[in-house]
C-alpha cells in the first residue's frame, strides 16, 4: 500500500502564487509516476500534471507554463508550483501515485485532496 497526504492548498487571488506538496509512504518501491489531478464541482476529475520515475513531465493545455511539478529522486514527495492562478483553477486538487504491481498490472493511489480556492 501507498499513502498520499498532500498540503498547500488555500485561498489565493487571481495572479498568485501556490506551492502544493504530497508526501508518500508506505511500499513506495516500483512507483511508476507521481501526479497532480484536479476536480470542481460538478466536473469530473482531470489530469493536472504527471512525473514519471525517468523525469518525463506532462501538463494539461491549460496549465502549460503555469504550473511546474517536481519530485525527489526517492519518490517520497511530488511538488507542484502553481503560477499565476486563474479562477478556474479552483478545485481540488488529488495527489495520484502509479506502482508497478508484480502481477504486470498498475495500481493507482489517490491522496484526501486539498482545496485551492482562487478569488477573482
Known amino acids: 500500500q501507498v499513502q498520499l497526504v498532500e498540503s498547500g492548498g488555500g485561498l489565493v487571488q487571481a495572479g498568485g502564487s501556490l506551492r502544493l506538496s504530497c508526501a508518500a509512504s508506505?511500499?513506495?518501491?516500483?512507483?511508476?509516476?507521481m501526479g497532480w489531478y484536479r476536480q470542481a464541482p460538478g466536473k469530473q476529475r482531470e489530469l493536472v500534471a504527471t512525473i514519471t520515475s525517468g523525469g518525463t513531465t506532462i501538463y494539461a493545455d491549460s496549465v502549460k507554463g503555469r504550473f511546474t511539478i517536481s519530485g525527489d529522486s526517492a519518490k517520497t514527495m511530488v511538488y507542484l508550483q502553481m503560477n499565476s492562478l486563474k479562477p478556474e483553477d479552483t478545485a481540488v486538487y488529488y495527489c495520484n501515485a502509479i506502482r508497478d504491481t508484480i502481477y504486470n498490472t498498475r495500481q493507482p493511489y489517490w491522496g484526501q485532496g486539498t482545496q485551492v480556492t482562487v478569488s477573482s
Open positions: 508506505g511500499t513506495i518501491s516500483r512507483i511508476n509516476s
